[in-house]
């Protein structure tokens, strides 16, 4: 079966770096996504990573490595405004989106 | 750029009634949309995919009866739940994708149904 794994929930301070994990076993790879989530509202469009290694967009980065199955979302110089679910969905050899179930980030001040 | 519009954002109506939920691309071709739904806390569930002049591809154990969904344009679809009940009380949100697939869906503001 395809499946996606991600901490349910995790807590950081304003300020600090947070790194989001994300395990996956998919039949085939097109692509991994990040998405962001805030209560109530729909998802966002984060970052998107096919070949290994490290992609930085401002204060968010995200990583792959595909012998793994392995990606981060790195947040960094974190703000209030970042509390919000963050997904992570894999498009597997179909073109189809698997999504993981999401992680919770709470800011603390 | 990649704007896609849902409306309405909120609905309440009686048991029984049929609601239409509209989802536009405005600034880019929606070769492919698709229709999730979310319960509070839970995580997105696909209920099907749809492309142009198409008819929709449902996901095991969504009735394609009671949710019609029409994409007769490149830049329009329509997710209609039909004589909706309580249990259809969920938030709806559809999402576009251009070509080519590995292209990011862009997703609409959800729209929240509530049925009485």
């Known amino acids: 079966g395809q499946n996606i794994d991600q901490p349910t929930e995790m807590t950081a301070t304003e300020g600090a770096i947070v790194q989001i994990n994300c395990t996956y076993q998919t039949s085939g790879f097109n692509g991994l996504f990040w998405y962001q989530q805030h209560a109530g509202e729909a998802p966002t469009f984060l970052s998107y990573?096919?070949l290994d290694g490290l992609e930085e967009k401002g204060r968010f980065s995200s990583f792959l490595s595909r012998s793994k199955g392995y990606s981060y979302l790195l947040l960094k110089e974190l703000q209030m405004k970042d509390s919000a679910s963050y997904l992570c969905?894999?498009?597997?050899?179909?073109?189809?989106?698997?999504w993981g179930a999401g992680t919770k980030l709470i800011i603390k001040p | 750029g990649a704007v896609v519009s849902q409306h309405p954002s909120w609905v309440i109506c009686k048991s029984g009634t049929s609601v239409k939920i509209e989802c536009r691309s405005l600034?880019?071709?929606?070769?492919?949309m698709f229709w999730y739904r979310q319960f509070p806390k839970q995580s997105l569930m696909l209920m099907a995919t749809?492309?142009?002049?198409?008819?929709?591809?449902?996901e095991q154990g969504v009735e394609k009866d009671k949710f019609l969904i029409n994409h007769a344009s490149l830049t329009l679809s329509t997710l209609t739940v039909t004589s909706a009940h309580p249990e259809d009380s969920s938030f709806y949100i559809c999402?576009?994708?251009?070509?080519?697939?590995?292209?990011?869906?862009?997703f609409g503001d959800g729209t929240r149904l509530s049925i009485l």
């Open positions: 999402s576009a994708r251009d070509m080519p697939e590995n292209q990011p869906q862009h």
């Open positions: 749809s492309n142009e002049g198409s008819k929709a591809t449902y």
């Open positions: 969905a894999v498009l597997d050899s179909n073109y189809q989106l698997i």
């Open positions: 990573n096919v």
């Open positions: 600034d880019f071709q929606a070769t492919t």
